[in-house]
């Protein structure tokens, strides 16, 4: 069957340290993979893409990484704030997706000061 | 939110009540979808559409129809709503084009609406 997972228990790290979370899919094919974040109350937040054909995309403090052999993405926060405190949800498009998203439940990562 | 509201954002019902949705954007976007939220599921796409009067199923369309009559409105209607259908729904949109698009498909998400079925 097709699966997309991510850790269900919550990360917790300290301030200033580097989160690291997993995604990782069976089954799929994906064109691409998006990372969310989702704040309590309120809709998920684009925050990046990366393409099939890309090992590694950086936007500021973010790094996401896409490896197709181990079906899996890790995405990064470096010199994390407690303003990171959020769930983050990766996302993936099938080859052939049109558009359409299938989720991972989503990694809920708490920084504590 | 990328000019997309949704209302009402909270709603009680009872079972067996029909139940309208409303998704409304302002980004004249091509792609509009609705998914439900719940505890362990994460998203899960319900219908979604890609263009006027152009909708198609996803994931968990059972018990869901879906109306766009206007690019800027997405309407979601549970005909009989059940207890199975209490959850927080999420209006998204894209803009992108054909096969996943130049970006990729990045979606924009409305603030969600609470339903509870009693």
């Known amino acids: 069957s097709q699966k997309i997972e991510q850790n269900s228990e919550a990360l917790n790290i300290q301030e200033g340290k580097t989160a690291t979370l997993t995604c990782n899919y069976t089954?799929?094919?994906?064109?691409?993979l998006q990372w969310y974040r989702q704040d309590p109350g309120r809709g998920p937040v684009f925050l990046l893409l990366?393409?099939?054909?890309?090992k590694e995309k950086r936007k500021e403090r973010l790094k996401v990484t896409f490896d197709t052999t181990l079906k899996q993405s890790l995405f990064h926060i470096t010199a994390s704030q407690p303003a990171d405190s959020a769930t983050y949800l990766c996302?993936?498009?099938?080859?052939?997706?049109?558009?359409?998203?299938?989720f991972g439940a989503g990694t809920r990562l708490a920084v504590h000061p | 939110d990328a000019g997309i509201t949704q209302s009402p954002r909270h709603k009680v019902t009872e079972t067996g009540t029909p139940v309208t949705l409303r998704c409304h954007q302002t980004?004249?976007?091509?792609?509009m979808y609705w998914y439900r939220q719940d505890p362990g599921h994460g998203l899960r796409l319900i219908h979604y559409s890609y263009g006027v009067k152009d909708t198609d199923k996803g994931e968990v369309s059972d018990g869901y129809s879906v109306s766009r009559s206007k690019t800027e409105d997405f309407l979601l209607t549970l005909e009989s709503a059940t207890s199975s259908q209490t959850s927080v729904y999420f209006c998204?949109?894209?803009?992108?084009?054909?096969?996943?698009?130049?970006?990729?498909?990045?979606?924009?998400f409305g603030p969600g609406t609470r339903l509870t079925v009693l």
């Open positions: 089954n799929y094919s994906p064109a691409y």
């Open positions: 996302a993936l498009i099938p080859s052939g997706g049109y558009n359409k998203l299938i």
């Open positions: 980004e004249n976007h091509r792609y």
């Open positions: 998204a949109i894209s803009g992108s084009q054909g096969l996943a698009g130049v970006n990729g498909g990045e979606q924009f």
């Open positions: 990366i393409r099939e054909n890309e």
